[in-house]
């Protein structure tokens, strides 16, 4: 539905911070509802976190909570994912998405995920 590009990602040490950018390179990210998702390898992807377009709500994965937080930035026409205290099994491809439900489990991109940024978390 919207062509997003994910940025932000690099190696850091397990407690450390990133803020990964999901950026839309075409229109407004307005009033669509966005999610993150991860995949490592020989994992299966899993969602992360997701914001509504509607009311501004998120939601997010138990093992993330507390730790990321997701939030939008309308000016840039982006949506950001503030991820702390890193843990090494956080590691994995971050990626982007409009998507079709706010459900974590069922979190599907109208059209595809993005190509992702690498998150590596290691001492």
């Known amino acids: 539905q919207v062509r997003l590009v994910e940025s932000g990602g690099g190696l850091v040490q397990p407690g450390g911070s990133l803020r990964l950018s999901c950026v839309a390179s075409e229109y407004s990210l307005d009033y669509h509802d966005v999610g993150w998702s991860r995949q490592a390898p020989g994992k299966e992807r899993e969602g992360v976190a997701c914001?509504?377009?509607?009311?501004?709500?998120?939601y997010y994965a138990d093992s993330v909570k507390g730790r990321f937080t997701i939030f939008r930035d309308k000016a840039k026409n982006t949506v950001y994912l503030q991820m702390n205290a890193l843990k090494p099994e956080d590691t994995a491809v971050y990626s982007c998405?409009?998507?079709?439900?706010?459900?974590?489990?069922?979190?599907?991109?109208?059209?595809?995920w993005g190509l992702g940024t690498q998150v590596t978390v290691s001492s």
């Open positions: 998405a409009t998507i079709s439900s706010l459900d974590l489990t069922n979190m599907r991109p109208f059209t595809s």
């Open positions: 914001i509504s377009g509607i009311d501004g709500s998120t």
